[in-house]
């Protein structure tokens, strides 16, 4: 039996004629129905084997979908179309009648079976209004004592057959893997060539509840990892918890033992995962037989099993969950949350105020949900909310609904702590003392922000929908995160929603595309991209200016490898900062890993020379690639990836240089981004220490003077900076620039800090003037930050439209007729000279063609050839944003070119 529920405002229902001789006399004369649950229903030929059976799950599964969605008229609607296989005519009328029969505790009504018919339906639009589900009569509640009459989906044989077509059917990736037949975990693993805890072990679980009756699950842990069968009792309320006898198991699963698989295809086996094992990014299997075995990415398994994650492995005593090396993997630790007392922006205050009706309208929508934390993004606020998931394509109703709230000009009341659900009590107690509880309707609400909530928000936008961990703990639950913004002008939301369009128009995913500046490769991996021939021209001409702006500031340029043993990571303290995030790389004797940072090999340069007082500063400069291994959901093109480019420098010096230095950094800051254009507009966070000291390495003195000598050369610089107690780094304070695009969006990019750190655990030191060892301090700086990053950025803050020293595509020579070919290679030879980025458009395409080409690729200018340019030999030059010369002499034209080049101007 398949099913279609629609939860409708209305459904009008026609009689044309019939379809089928015997074909129901329906007495009904009113076949229409409002606020109604509609049922469209197709049994199918298996059904014909148990009618009975099928009755009594169709009434379950209506009553199930009825109560979720609190209707109480349901209109059944024999709908044949569901089903390639349908039962007979008799089979299907019975199993309907049946059903109407026993939903007694609604208004029923019917579409007449055997008609053509016509109909017209509302739907309402919610999250939960239209959905499907299937059943048959393989499997039935069963009373204890009585048999079991079993009948699997799938004959002998075919569950392999079924599951690659499905997978195919759905583009999943996977790879199929050979073996002799095996199906126990621990000895097939290794012919698989994957580890223990890499497999799927999946078993077929039986529950017994208070009321005798018996449910089945299959469940899913790593295959190092045993099931704890008490935390299947308690998840489904059991009184007895059992494994399921191999004949049931086999018959639900539709496939023998040892080759069950990770997937259900039985609406009476309900699926369980532990989420331990989706941290792998593949996972192994047996493949429903015993020879063969798959290999499929985890992402596509989650999203094709949507599998129910609880916490159902048990792990003997003193072993590594996930098989990680305990010197590796990070201890997973939650984080407090922690009161923010900086000053909100009027926008910010308005979107936390946005999130919180959104987190009241959630709560009245999903009663049993929880409300976490309430919390700012970039421009957006968001809600986190555990117990619900909310797809993109269900956050319109959430918008709808929350709208309606707006309309009753909905204020913020003082709250009760009483009020609070579990997690956000947990938040008050992080807060303490700086807690303050708001309330929003019935919703009592905190957030760890001073004055975070306004009323007369009068629009807002739901965004888009997200995950998040409780407490940022990937061991604790996975909560839906929604993201919002709200305004008190219609006319502001306008203005966000018309500069979001513009953004996603400017995306550097479709421009890189478009420029043809990178490619991402799934053969490759995600999260490392790689640059074609024009982006690596952007990726140099940025690099070139870097060091430009250095070279004559003392800066000596120095070159480090890829990898290091760990014990370097481990002194400078890398290992624990980022633990599983580092690539490890096994030698034939040693262990290496993928650098994450540049600054632990640059000390070991420093450490590595002699240096008196008279050689302080010492300057090192290095654009180079580190490697970090994000989480695959935070991955997007060049804005976040594991392979990174960071524009490092290092400097060590003593404290009496931190000033001038600062000053010295400032100042090819501000040049680097006045060439740029971001400068209009920026801000810089002087970030100091808290109140609580014991949080920061180093003698108050040496932090006073760094404090001192940053907020100096602000000063002096008439930096619009701000004072934020509490941010500096552990090791010493810092200046953060804060710049904004084209788009207006901020972007926290160049940075400046103190460390006192580093040196000390690489005991470096130099002689000074008493002939004693003392121990310099490390600034380290960057200007662009991560290189792939900031080409993400300028890309869409010029929107492809680069400035000529940057632009891949310089000069375009476009000819008019064949004639003028050999003065274009003459011109192309001579610009070539002067390492001009031209290229010749020889296609037979008219003119205008050709031009609109041009223009479609952003080149910066665009030569026209004619008769009277080759007689003359003068240029025709179109500039990008329309203008066109005559009669340009090529010297002229090259002197401009270069002067425009040179001195990286912006037109």
């Known amino acids: 039996m398949k099913i279609l529920a629609i939860h409708s405002d209305y459904i009008k229902v026609e009689k044309k004629k019939k379809a089928i001789k015997d074909a129901e006399e329906s007495a009904e004369v009113d076949l229409s129905m409002d606020d109604c649950l509609v049922v469209f229903c197709s049994a199918e030929k298996e059904d014909e084997s148990n009618p009975n059976s099928v009755a009594k799950q169709l009434v379950a599964n209506i009553d199930d979908i009825a109560k979720q969605v609190k209707a109480e008229r349901i209109m059944l609607y024999p709908y044949v179309h569901l089903s390639s296989k349908p039962s007979s005519p008799k089979v299907a009328q019975e199993i309907l009648k049946q059903a109407e029969k026993d939903l007694k505790s609604f208004e029923v009504k019917h579409a007449p079976f055997g008609w053509y018919k016509s109909f017209e339906i509302k739907c309402k639009g919610h999250p939960l209004s239209e959905l499907s589900r299937e059943f048959g009569p393989a499997v039935e509640k069963q009373k204890s004592g009585e048999s079991l009459a079993l009948k699997s989906p799938f004959k002998s044989g075919k569950m392999y057959d079924h599951l690659v077509s499905f997978l195919d059917k759905h583009n999943a990736n996977y790879r199929l893997i050979d073996h002799p037949a095996e199906g126990r975990t621990e000895i097939v693993s290794p012919m698989r060539g994957n580890k223990v805890s890499q497999a799927a072990k999946c078993i077929v679980i039986m529950v017994k509840s208070k009321d005798d009756t018996k449910k089945y699950v299959l469940c899913v842990v790593p295959g190092d990892a045993k099931l704890d069968l008490d935390a299947i009792k308690a998840l489904f309320s059991g009184v007895y918890v059992s494994f399921a006898t191999p004949d049931i198991a086999e018959k639900l699963a539709g496939s023998v033992s040892g080759t069950i698989l990770p997937f259900s295809f039985n609406s009476e086996l309900e699926l369980v995962v532990d989420p331990v094992l989706l941290e792998n990014k593949e996972l192994f299997f047996n493949a429903a037989r015993l020879d063969r075995s798959m290999a499929l990415k985890t992402n596509d398994y989650v999203r094709l099993a949507n599998p129910r994650l609880e916490k159902i492995a048990d792990y003997p005593q003193g072993q590594q969950v996930s098989g990680q090396k305990s010197d590796l993997k ?388 008439k930096l619009p900076y701000k004072r934020i107690p509490g941010e500096a780094a552990f090791y010493g304070p810092k200046l953060d620039f804060m710049f904004k695009d084209a788009l207006g969006r901020e972007w926290q990019l160049a940075t400046v800090q103190c460390d006192f750190n580093l040196p000390q655990r690489f005991d470096l030191f130099y002689i000074n003037e008493k002939d004693e060892k003392e121990q310099p301090v490390v600034m380290h700086r960057a200007i662009s930050g991560s290189l792939e990053r900031f080409m993400s950025i300028i890309i869409e803050h010029f929107a492809g439209k680069f400035p000529l020293w940057l632009n891949p595509k310089q000069v375009k020579i476009v000819t008019v007729t064949n004639r003028a070919q050999a003065f274009a290679d003459e011109l192309f030879q001579k610009l070539r000279e002067f390492d001009i980025r031209v290229s010749i458009d020889y296609r037979g395409e008219t003119v205008a063609k050709k031009i609109h080409s041009a223009h479609t690729e952003h080149v910066n200018y665009t030569l026209v050839l004619g008769d009277k340019e080759v007689d003359t030999k003068t240029l025709a030059v179109r500039a990008r944003e329309g203008k066109v010369e005559y009669g340009v002499s090529l010297d002229k034209f090259i002197k401009d070119l270069l002067n425009e080049r040179d001195n990286r101007l912006i037109k």
């Open 330 to 717: 990070r201890e997973a630790k939650d984080e407090s949350f922690v009161f923010n007392s900086k000053d909100l922006s009027k926008q910010e205050k308005e979107s936390l105020s946005a999130a919180a009706i959104v987190a009241s309208v959630v709560r009245q929508i999903y009663p049993d949900s929880q409300l976490a934390s309430i919390g700012l993004y970039q421009d957006q606020a968001y809600v986190d909310v555990k117990g619900i998931i909310v797809r993109k394509n269900e956050l319109a109703y959430l918008e709808k609904e929350s709208r309606k709230v707006l309309r009753e000009t909905p204020k913020f009341l003082a709250g009760k702590k009483f009020d609070l659900s579990g997690l956000q009590q947990e938040i008050f107690n992080d807060l303490g003392k700086d807690a303050k509880i708001f309330q929003m309707g019935r919703t009592a609400i905190i957030a760890g922000y001073k004055e975070p909530f306004v009323d007369g928000i009068v629009a807002l936008k739901l965004v888009n929908s997200g995950s998040a961990y409780w407490k940022n703990n990937e061991k604790n639950d996975q909560l839906t995160r929604i993201y919002c913004v709200g305004f008190s002008d219609k006319k502001k939301m306008e203005e966000y929603l018309k500069q979001r369009e513009e953004a996603e128009n400017k995306s550097h995913l479709k421009i890189g595309k478009e420029q043809g500046l990178f490619v991402i490769s799934d053969l490759v991996g995600a999260g490392l991209p790689l640059l074609a021939p024009n982006g690596m021209i952007l990726r140099q001409e940025i690099i070139n200016f870097l060091w430009q702006l250095h070279k004559h500031k003392g800066y000596e340029q120095v070159c480090t490898p890829h990898i290091a043993r760990d014990a370097l990571y481990k002194t400078s303290g890398h290992w624990d900062k980022f633990g599983d995030e580092l690539f490890k790389v096994q030698g034939k004797s040693e262990s290496f890993v993928m650098k994450p940072m540049n600054c632990p090999h640059h000390m070991q340069i420093f450490a590595a020379f002699p240096h008196s007082y008279k050689d302080m500063p010492v300057r090192f400069f290095e654009p180079a690639v580190v490697y970090r291994d994000e989480k695959s959901g935070q991955l997007h093109g060049l804005s976040r990836v594991r392979s990174i480019t960071q524009d490092d420098g290092h400097l060590f010096c003593r404290v009496s240089q931190i000033g001038q230095e600062v000053r010295t950094m400032v100042e090819i800051i501000h040049k680097f981004y006045n060439t740029i254009g971001m400068d209009k507009d920026y801000w810089v966070s002087l970030s100091v220490r808290g109140d609580d000291k014991s949080k920061y390495l180093g003698t108050d003195e040496n932090w006073n003077i760094a404090e001192m000598a940053l907020e100096k050369a602000a000063k002096e610089l």
